[in-house]
């Protein structure tokens, strides 16, 4: 599965080249609000689109119904995407083949899941085995069956697809970013959490990683089968295999750092499409 | 007999121990097990689970995986000789040469041969099922080590081997996962004396690990869905049944840890009338289950204090007498049936 440019449209210009690129969704995309990235003559701004929805945004909850045109996206996101600009291309469009000017949007989905999964009291005596990396299974735990792990993912991921395919119809054609790595210390998510007023406990840090890996191949499969983008930021931002200590912001998301570098990588993938 | 209500009868005999609510008491057979096993804590008895699952499971999801449905996450123990190797397994004293099936029916996954129904879709890797697996028998272990009281229902006396090391699988190869291949497996219908010793080398074998265990022995009044000797499946229903009845009367004649309990007799004996089967000739009615259980509480629970009182189930928990007098009929596992539903294109459990 290539993780690169993969629009199923026809494309004019990129969007992004003296322009403002939204990155929209979970908190994650916070990050990027205002950074600028320069290359050349050119500079494209970055914005950021929060739904702020009062349980996050997340593969659960990207929408309602699982008919193209039953779907519901989520209201918060709408709110988020009509307060940056980013209206309805077209209120009764069902042509999901509409030219538009590029992407106009990333979509940053999954990190709310997979965080919320990790605060699950199972996880402190249980670990789970990808089936991709076996090896990386903390043997002094108990196995939590993959199968049903993903079986109860896949369900709650039910509508995600429908979502997907409405945001592109009502919205344009964008593309999905991960979040950031999970970061290596539980001590800083637990501290980033109880500043708020929550009190939980998190999985170990691999398994974080791995309940947090599944969530987003997940999502780069409905990409794959919609034909739409799936940036993956991991290879970009990680040090073995966890957040790069010099992105690390409050234990759960990247810094401004991390937001430049994924910018960098934005552009570049746009101007490798456009040309 | 034909003087007494049929709902009366109790043909069981004394019992040369009894059961304390305190007794931590396991299970292992086959489908009938499972009643006796939902029945316990209804009777005021502490059933005991060595193996419990995630504690997220939802219901469904934790009956689906056979999580308690047993003592331990065995699935259906048909065979005395799939008993012993069990424990022999259990116990490092034992290790098949057949490692792992893998699904049919266009399913990925892993298969452990001695339990290929409890997990719905298979293991997702050969190392979740090694874990998993090596997890089990650990359990298997302790509860064989801790168990008061261990609650054997005897169910088959046929059964599938594999050529190489006579390791017994509970269902035939290629039956929902698997491959039969012909040079390695074959039928084997277990003969009088061979489930006799089996039997007895299992109870020894118990007792040996936890000397202090008791054996309760019963046969499952549930008739074989089908079978390979060649007979008509009501002959080898007769012959099998016959064959482990005599049995369990033999070893528990031959040591005083262990006991005859009759389930067999009171839903399968003539003053039931054969009222005690559905319509499919196989599933036991409430009725018959409670009439057990009923004669069950009566022979083992010592100085409950309780009378019989128009043919309903006495039972130890107050709460239990206002709900339904025995779980729900679609939530046993048989794996013949599943295996039968699944060729039929259905996927549900039992009967309806």
């Known amino acids: ?275 | 007999m034909v003087e007494t209500p049929p709902h009366a009868v109790d043909p069981a005999s004394a019992v040369p121990f009894h059961l304390a609510p305190s007794d931590r008491i396991a299970t292992a057979g086959s489908c009938f097990a499972q009643h006796i096993a939902r029945y316990l804590p209804k009777l005021g008895l502490t059933y005991y689970i060595a193996e419990r699952g995630p504690q997220r499971l939802s219901e469904p999801e934790r009956q689906e995986r056979q999580y308690g449905t047993f003592s331990a996450r065995y699935g259906n123990i048909y065979t005395t000789r799939q008993m012993l190797q069990l424990l022999q397994r259990a116990f490092g004293e034992f290790t098949p040469l057949a490692d792992h099936w893998e699904m049919g029916d266009r399913t990925e996954g892993f298969v452990d041969p001695f339990r290929p129904t409890i997990e719905p879709n298979g293991f997702s890797s050969l190392a979740e099922m090694h874990w998993d697996r090596a997890h089990h028998l650990r359990a298997v272990r302790d509860l064989v080590s801790s168990a008061d009281v261990f609650v054997f229902t005897l169910g088959l006396t046929e059964g599938w081997i594999d050529r190489r090391d006579d390791a017994v699988f509970p269902s035939c190869p290629g039956c929902g996962s698997g491959t039969y291949d012909p040079d390695l497996h074959a039928f084997k219908n277990f003969g009088v004396a061979e489930v006799t010793e089996d039997l007895e080398r299992a109870c020894r074998y118990m007792r040996s690990k936890n000397p202090s265990i008791r054996v309760i022995l019963t046969v499952s009044p549930v008739p074989l869905v089908a079978t390979m000797s060649g007979n008509h499946v009501l002959a080898s229903t007769v012959y099998s049944k016959s064959v482990l009845r005599v049995a369990a009367e033999a070893v528990s004649n031959a040591l005083d840890y262990c006991c005859y309990f009759p389930s067999f007799e009171i839903v399968t004996g003539p003053h039931a009338r054969g009222t005690y089967f559905r319509d499919d000739l196989r599933t036991i009615t409430d009725h018959g289950v409670d009439h057990v259980m009923r004669c069950f509480l009566k022979a083992f629970v010592q100085g409950d204090g309780r009378r019989e009182e128009h043919g309903h189930p006495v039972v130890a928990d107050k709460q239990a007498s206002s709900r339904p007098s025995t779980p729900s009929i679609t939530q046993i596992v048989c794996d013949e049936e599943t295996l039968a539903n699944r060729y039929a294109g259905s996927k549900t459990y039992g009967i309806e």
């Open chain 1, 1 to 275: 599965m290539k993780r690169l440019w993969q629009t199923g449209t026809r494309d004019r210009k990129p969007t992004g080249s003296n322009d403002g690129l939204t990155i929209a969704g979970d908190s994650h995309c916070l990050a990027f609000d205002g950074i600028e990235i320069v290359e050349g003559t050119s500079k494209t701004r970055f914005r950021s689109a929060f739904c702020s929805s009062a349980q996050g945004l997340g593969v659960t909850n990207l929408a309602e119904g699982d008919t193209l045109h039953g779907t519901t996206i989520n209201a918060d996101l709408r709110i988020a995407l009509d307060k940056v600009g980013l209206s309805p291309i077209s209120q009764d469009s069902t042509d999901d083949s509409q030219i538009h000017e590029g992407i106009r949007y990333f979509l940053v989905i999954g990190g709310v899941d997979a965080i919320v999964e990790a605060t699950h009291p199972d996880w402190q005596t249980y670990d789970i085995m990808l089936p991709s990396m076996v090896t990386l299974f903390d043997e002094n735990r108990l196995c939590f069956p993959f199968g049903l792990y993903a079986q109860r993912l896949r369900h709650g991921m039910r509508n995600f697809s429908a979502g997907l395919l409405a945001l592109r119809r009502q919205y344009g054609p964008f593309g999905v970013l991960t979040p950031p790595p999970p970061h290596a210390d539980n001590r800083q998510l637990i501290d980033h959490y109880e500043s708020r007023g929550v009190d939980a406990l998190f999985a170990a840090s691999d398994t974080r990683w791995k309940l947090a890996r599944f969530v987003l191949d997940e999502i780069e499969r409905c990409c794959a089968d919609l034909g739409l983008p799936f940036v993956d930021t991991w290879p970009h931002t990680a040090s073995d295999r966890f957040l790069d200590p010099a992105f690390e912001m409050d234990g759960f998301h990247g810094n401004r750092a991390y937001a430049e570098r994924v910018g960098r990588l934005l552009v570049g993938l746009l101007r490798a499409r456009a040309t």
